[in-house]
């Protein structure tokens, strides 16, 4: 799974593998072998990064996670796919109609409504299968289905559009 990683103004994105008895880490051309060690409490780590060793203190309060690493302390933003996908599509939705959008990629096994179903706000709309898990896909706003864009059994990539919602006079 990808992972993109915020300091300031820069931002990088890594993708962590297992080879072996390895945890590898690729960002762009480089790659680094790792070995992460939990000590006491689950605040402090020892981080061996290609054989060096690094003493890491993890503090992640209120989604801001701040790093200290060689005396220096970093404001660390994090995103896996999903969050990044679901943080995307939720920008990008404006006044009107509310379009619903996959948190991930997966299966669609069951759709629960229909066009011109009147929904209320946290109502499912259908289901996503994704890593064995199901996972109920909602409307965020009260809305009438104007279009479903899956069908039971539609394989969907990370962000496809699924549903779209008018708004309707409460």
């Known amino acids: 799974m990808k992972y993109f990683s915020k300091i300031g103004d820069r931002e990088w994105e890594f993708v962590f593998e297992r080879r072996g008895g390895e945890l590898l880490a690729h960002c762009g051309d480089h790659s680094w072998r790792l070995d992460l060690s939990m000590i006491g409490d689950g605040t402090a780590f020892s981080l061996l990064v290609d054989d060096q060793s690094h003493d890491v203190l993890v503090d992640t309060a209120g989604g801001i996670t701040q790093v200290q690493l060689g005396g220096e302390l970093l404001r660390v933003e994090v995103q896996d796919e999903r969050e990044r996908t679901a943080s ?83």
């Not at 069951?110 to 209320?120: H, N, P, Q």
């Not at 104007?146 to 549903?163: E, N, Y």
């Open 88 to 170: 995307t599509v939720a920008e990008h939705r404006g006044d009107g109609c509310q379009e619903v959008h996959a948190i991930m990629p997966g299966v669609v096994v069951d759709l629960v409504c229909k066009e011109g179903d009147v929904v209320a706000d946290g109502q499912t709309l259908l289901v996503l299968e994704a890593m064995k898990m199901q996972n109920p896909i909602t409307a965020e706003a009260p809305g009438r289905v104007q279009r479903i864009h899956a069908r039971k059994g539609d394989v969907v990539t990370g962000g496809a559009l699924l549903v779209e919602l008018e708004p309707v006079e409460e």
